[in-house]
Structures are given as structure tokens and as C-alpha cells.
């Protein structure tokens, strides 16, 4: 490892990472499109892939443990059937010095008409009023109990069965590892309330602070013991987390990756600031938080690239890398590889050479377990975990 620099780093390193998603995207669909993908983001000197692994209440590699739960090992997509893209993402990305991190996108999230809702409707939670549609744009989800015993150990199954079976780099959950706020009032969370309350139920406001509190640590206790079932098979497996800014991710997801970071059950923090101001955009990189994570573990910015009805021009986004590198963070993510310039409302090839101006030449990733430092603080001034 090189000696540290006067920027802090023990070498010099930045994150360029893409998240490569089932969602208005084909680019896992096809054999050849997913290796001319991996090939070209290779070319522009990305050096790290998140690909989705668990979508829309199924699996997107052949998992037993989903065949056990779910009736289905594989989700039904046409273009799935008979590969196994996890594998071919991670033979191919190591063999271009990429690094592969599995993303957990829908965390304790399914369909509501989903086979796996359908198969454990014991396993789901509800608001106070017993309903348990979660309408997210036009689709009806579901939210599977993180309290639920058997719906701890279907997720841990899962992480493991790919930690185990798979040379990967790392695990990514983000804030769909919580729950939204206004859900909770199960049978099952309810009862555990009342334990721990002396019979007293929970309030009936779901977004009371001792409520919220309550269930945000049992959430943390679900992490607690995932990244210790993640260690124990695989130690230098990094967990990153790829969250909202903390006040939502707190508020409205039962999600504090506060508590997680400064608990070390975070080595890689890639916050999702998907924000078209710039004022805005900048004032979240600021945040205490993220100052305070930053003197810990590698923290990143996840920036978006466009939506299938969203277009983001370029210039926003090289304003935005920009503006983190100014802030002197690890690195940036991209939200999604069809953004990328597939689906833009610049040509293909613009869009390319603005990455390729952007990254002109070959970086590694900051890794925690590699030497990485905070760029603002010295090797010797580094704060303890």
C-alpha cells in the first residue's frame, strides 16, 4: 500500500460505482447486453457494480432458499431463465478489477399480489387500522414483519446463501430494511410492545417518538444480527448500506443508519442524495451525520442519473460529482445503468464522453479494509471505532 498522501488516503481511490436494476432497465435480460455493459462501464473506468439480487418478491439468481419460501427459485423474467447472472456479473466484473456488491433493492418490501405475500400472509405487518397496502405509484406492495422471527431468518437465509455461494465483495442494503412508519400495528409487533411496556399498547400515533424509537432498535437489532451471520462466514465481506439522508430514512422508514455506522455495522455508506437542486443537493452532503460517518468508513454519494420519466441532463450531473469530490467524500454511485446514457436526453455518445471525462483513468474503490482514511484527517488523527 502506498504511503499516505497529503489528501489522507494510504493510496489514492474513489468509488465509481452503477447500480444495475430490473426496473425500467434490460440490461440483465440479454447475455450479450449485460457483458457489453460490464465491458463498456470497464472502458469509462468504473470500478464497482451494485446489482440488484432480490426484486419484486423474487430472487434474481437461482436461490434455494427462495424456492423453499417462495415455490420459485428464479424470478420468472424471461431473459433469467437458465443463467445465473450473479455469477456471470462476478466472473466478469473481477475479471476487469470491478468489484461486485449484491443490492438487497426491495429489503422487507413484496408485491401484494406477490407468490411470497401469498404463501406467508402471517409474516406480513399493518397499520393501525389493519390495512397493509403500501401504493407506490401505481403498484401495491406489501411489507414483510422485520420483527417476524421466520421473516428474519428468510432474509438471513438469503444474504448468506449469496455470501456463501458466490465470490462477491460485499452486501448493500439501503433504507427498505426498515419499515414505513405508519406500519407496525401487527398482532405479532404488538404483543412484543406490550412485553417490553407492561401491557401497554403502542400509541396510537404512529409517528410518536418513543414508538418510532422503539421500532427503529428493533431494526437495528435485525442488522446486528445480519452483518454478524455475514462476518462469521465471510469477514471481509463489506456491508454497505445505500440509504436516504437520515431524517427521512429515520422518519419515515424506521430506518437509523446513524446508529448503524456508529455501532460498526457499516463499512460503506453510499447515501442516495437524489436532489435536482444544487443548494440542496450540497446541503446534504454537510449534514453532521455524514461528517461524522466519513471519519469511520468510506461514505459516498448516490447520484441520479434519470428515471424512465425523468430525464437528468449531464451537466447536473457532473456538477454533482463535482461538488462531492469538493466535499472531499469517497466517491459517487450512479441510480441507473439505463441512465446512464441508454436512456437520456443526450445522444449516447455525449453522455459517454462527459464519464469519460469525469473518470480518465483507472482508480480502485476506498475499501476499509485496505487503508482507506477520510480524506480530511490524517492517518494518526483517524477517530478510534
Known sequence: MANSSSSGFLSQAELRGVWLTNVD?????ERHRLTKAIQRLQ????NSLYPTVWNWGYTLYPSAVAKREIGRSLDPTPGL???DILKEIVKQGHQKKMSVIP???FGFMAPADSALANRHLDWLTSRRNGTQIWQEGRHQRVWLNPLHPEVQQF???LVI???SNYDVDGIQFDDHFGLPSD???DALTVNLYQQEHAGQSPPANPHDPVWVRWRTDKVTDVMRRLFAAIKDIKPECIVSVAPNPLEFSYSNSLADWKSWEREGLIEELVLQVY???ESRFIAELEQPEVQVARSHIPVSIGILTGLKHEMIPIRQIQNQVTSVRQQGLAGVSFFHYETLWNVAQEKPAERQFAFQTLFPAPMERPNIFTGWVSPRLTPNAQTSR
Not at 432497465?25 to 435480460?29: A, H
Request: glycine share 8%.
Open 25 to 29: 432497465s434490460d440490461v440483465l435480460f
Open 43 to 46: 472502458e469509462l473506468n468504473f
Open 81 to 83: 431463465q437458465g443463467r
Open 103 to 105: 443490492w438487497f433493492e
Open 155 to 157: 432474509i438471513q437465509d
Open 161 to 163: 446463501e449469496i455470501v
Open 183 to 185: 406500519f407496525g400495528y
Open 275 to 277: 436532489r435536482n437542486d
